[in-house]
């Protein structure tokens, strides 16, 4: 398996712009989680999904955030209007249920001017 | 929900030196606990876990222990070498739950 994929891996937009940060998770896992990582607040979680339903999403900052699942094999996570402040590392992680490890994409770097 | 603490921030020892980094946890209901090796530019990776029913666990170079009484639990690196230069990540999880609380990540420098 070619592990989690994400794409973009880089992208630069300018405030205002509508952000669209795309996942592949590996083949067979249950649960997809996306993560934000930045200096100051290290690894937030911001929703994970199992069976493709959203079960927690108390970590999404705002209503600017949204993140869908539509099938087992591809999920999105975003971002409209985007901010500076929403300039980070997005990581999309998927894992086999509760007793298995998570495997984390190379994350997409996001730069909003 | 969950919170993890960890410490120190900031780590730098010297090539053939051990390496400690310490994490509390907060739910006397989390059972899995895995420490994620960071390089830099990279994703994170799992490098070692130890579930509840363990106290420790180890795996060559590094080591895992477990106190559930006082919820804390230790990495521990013997013999570092520079290619461990990396942030290290603590985590938990909850009793049936699959999400993962991430420690706020300890930044190891190894001089040569």
């Known amino acids: 398996d070619a592990g989690v994929i994400q794409s973009p891996r880089h992208e630069v937009t300018e405030m205002g712009q509508e952000v669209t940060l795309r996942c592949k998770p590996i083949?067979?896992?249950?649960?997809l989680f996306w993560y934000r990582q930045t200096m100051m607040r290290g690894l937030e979680l911001l929703i994970y999904?199992?069976?493709?339903?959203?079960?927690?999403d108390s970590g999404m900052p705002e209503d600017r955030f949204s993140a869908k699942m539509p099938n087992a094999s591809f999920s999105t996570l975003k971002i409209q209007p985007s901010e500076p402040r929403d300039s980070a590392v997005y990581f999309c992680?998927?894992?086999?249920?509760?007793?298995?490890?998570?495997?984390f994409g190379e994350g997409s770097r996001l730069t909003v001017l | 929900g969950e919170n993890v603490e960890q410490h120190p921030s900031t780590l730098s020892v010297q090539e053939g030196d051990s390496a400690v980094i310490k994490c509390t946890y907060s739910?006397?209901?989390?059972?899995?606990f895995p420490w994620y090796k960071q390089e830099l530019g990279k994703r994170p990776q799992l490098i070692i876990d130890?579930?509840?029913?363990?106290g420790e666990k180890k795996d060559q170079r590094i080591a895992v222990t477990l106190n559930k009484t006082a919820k804390h639990f230790s990495l521990h690196i013997t013999e570092t070498q520079p290619e461990d230069s990396a942030v290290y990540f603590c985590?938990?999880?909850?009793?049936?739950?699959?999400?993962?609380?991430f420690g706020t990540g300890t930044r190891l420098t190894v001089i040569p």
């Open positions: 992680a998927s894992g086999a249920g509760v007793s298995g490890e998570l495997f």
């Open positions: 083949s067979g896992h249950n649960s």
């Open positions: 999904f199992n069976n493709n339903v959203p079960i927690d």
């Open positions: 739910d006397s209901a989390s059972n899995y």
């Open positions: 130890i579930r509840s029913n363990v």
């Open positions: 985590a938990a999880r909850g009793a049936g739950a699959n999400n993962l609380f």
